[in-house]
């Protein structure tokens, strides 16, 4: 596994991947973007492992719930973050409680809220990474 933090932000709007890559330069991590969901699996499937992926809702074609779910399915140790402006409540609130998603963050978010998220959700992708995954003993 890459030493760096990897983590994946698919939005349809540039505008909201800039805003993100922005607010987290700070962070020890490298942000990868796609405009799609479909731009965002395609990704996961040519790379190395991403730790998180922070996904709008509202998208064309897949919504950011039926693309974490896929993400979950062939990724379970990444941690799965959705944003969203106009998510409908009622399956945000499933997902989170069928352990779909780690977190929800509402447009417009505020820089330190992102932060701490993506730092809880870095934790517990190692955690998940960890337990799926353990080290071979010699």
């Known amino acids: 596994m890459p030493d760096k933090i990897r983590i994946l932000c698919v939005d349809n709007e540039v505008n909201i991947l800039n805003t993100i890559r922005r607010q987290l330069c ?6 990868y973007s796609a405009l799609s969901a479909e731009d965002g699996l395609q990704f996961m499937r040519q ?3 991403v730790h998180v992926v922070i996904s709008d809702y509202r998208m064309t074609g897949m919504n950011g719930i039926e693309f974490l779910t896929s993400v979950l ?3 379970p140790a990444t941690t799965r973050i959705l944003l969203s402006g106009y998510a409908d409540v009622d399956s945000v609130q499933e997902a989170l409680a069928q352990g779909q998603l780690f977190a ?17 959700a870095i934790a517990l992708s190692h955690e998940k990474q960890h337990i799926l995954f353990p080290p071979i003993a010699e």
């Open 26 to 31: 700070d962070m020890d991590v490298t942000v």
């Open 47 to 49: 790379t190395d492992p």
């Open 73 to 75: 399915r062939e990724w």
């Open 104 to 120: 929800l963050l509402h447009k417009p978010w505020k820089a330190a809220e992102l932060i701490k998220t993506i730092t809880e």
